[in-house]
């Protein structure tokens, strides 16, 4: 697959107007969710320490601003910044700052700013996770963690359940693959540059009772060592994840959103800019289920003991300047 120019028109910003196809519809008085410009322009001509206009907040806001205790050391600003995709984000107005951070802090919001997937791919966004939920469910959840792009393709062109990829698919496919999410909000780097990068499955190792598997060297060395170190109480959640995992999993999340891909990237890494490709995992507690993926997981014993460790790092800590949400459960690999 060659690298595809960015297609404009791909992308919306969210002042265009939305048919009136419910998944489409945008939320009644979005604007309520979080202060627009005005209060930020009048925050900035004081020079006090004044807090910004009051903003509603849903419950699962406000559970993430809830302050977190045990918080490991925030990622080293120089490295991220310089490895970032085209933004600066040290070089940002102290107001463009405040914006920046209520986004990443109240990370299911609606904000008026956020940019959109232009509603013509609705349908095919919808009926692509849906054909990538059918090679899942066939293969397993397991070889789907691994599966790369040329052996989706395959699997659809083999079995019948499947059903074979089309080109407007794989176009499309392409483009979410090849597009600048720094476009969108989103300013990790890229980690994988083709799309059909593959994982090799004997630099794996399957972990009991998971589904998940973990790159051999690091990454299950230290699993190792804090499940020694903590406890079976921790598990892991989801571990070495394949471009076509990742793809899945950021389409069902754009679904979720409504099509608003800020916010979507704002709980999930873009396909290709996700470093469970290259060895981070998620680790949860036993019994907490979904919870595992929220600021929860940070009051758990479980979390506080890891942040103890001394040896551990999470990929992004609060403020973290990836455009992500806090994520206490996301393993660093150096
Ligand atoms: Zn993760």
Redo the contacts with the bound molecule.
Sequence with gaps: MNKRAFLEGFFTASTVAFGGHFMWQRVSQQDSLIAPAAPIARESSTPTTQKPDAFELTPVELEATQPIQGIPTPAPVTEVVSSSNDINIESLSDDEVDSYLRKIRNFDAIFASDIYLDPRYESMLINTAAHMSRVESYIGHGNFNLMSFDEMLQSGRNFSYIGAFGPEELNFLEEVFFANPSRYGFFGKKISREITESIARNEVAKIEDSGHFLLRGESLKLYDQIKNDVGDEVILT?GVRSIVKQMHLFLAKTIEANGNLSRASRSLAPPGH???GVG???IGKIGLGERNFTADFSTTEEYKRIAGLGYVDI??PTDNLFGVRF?P???KIS
């Design positions: 989801s996700s470093y469970h981070d995992f998620d990929r992004y994520e459960w996301h393993i």
